[in-house]
C-alpha cells in the first residue's frame, strides 16, 4: 500500500472539500491508502509513515495561513527526503496560485530533499466563504488521480 496524507487548514470549510475531492481522486488509483486531516490535528509523529504529503490552506493576505506556514516549518524537522509533497490552496477575484507558489517556494527551502510536484492546484471561490466554483472541481479530482499514478508508478 502507497500512503498518502492530505493535509489541510480551512476557516469556512472550502478547502478541506478541496482535499476530499483531491483523496476521492487518488482513491480511484489502485493500492493508495489516503488519509485526509486537518493540520491542526496532525500527529507529526505518523508522518515520517507516508510516502507522499499534500498539503492546501485558503490564502488568506496573498499568501498561505500561518497555520500553513508553521506546519511546513514542523516538516522542516522531520527527515522527508524523497517523500512526494505537492500543495494545493483556495482563493477569491486575482490570486490564483499566490499562496501555492509561496508554499512552494518554503517547501523548496525548508525541506530540501523532498520531491516537490508542480504546480500546484489553485482553485477559486465564489466568495469569501465560497463556494467553490463548478467548473473548478473536476481538477480537484484530477489532480489526485494525476498524483497517485505518479507515485505509483
Ligand atoms: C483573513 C482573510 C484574508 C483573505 N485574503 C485573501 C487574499 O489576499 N486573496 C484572496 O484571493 N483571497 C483572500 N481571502 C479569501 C479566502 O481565500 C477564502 O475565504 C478562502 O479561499 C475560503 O476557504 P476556506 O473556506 O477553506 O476558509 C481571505 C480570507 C480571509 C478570511
Known sequence: MTKV????????GNTKIVAEKIAEGMKEVEGIEVTVSNMKKVDLKTIEQYDAILMGCP????GPTRTAKKFIDKLGKLD????????????????????VKKMEE?????????KLMTPGLSIKVEEMKGPI???????????????ATQIKG
Open 133 to 147: 466554483l463548478e467548473e473548478e472541481f473536476p481538477k480537484t479530482k484530477e489532480l489526485g488521480k494525476q498524483i
Open 59 to 62: 490564502n488568506h493576505f496573498g
Open 5 to 12: 496524507l492530505v493535509a489541510f487548514d480551512t476557516k469556512y
Open 106 to 114: 518554503k517547501i523548496n527551502e525548508k525541506i530540501p530533499g523532498s
Open 80 to 99: 522527508l527526503k524523497g517523500k512526494v509533497i505537492a500543495v494545493f490552496d483556495t482563493y477569491i477575484k486575482e490570486d490564483f496560485e499566490k499562496a
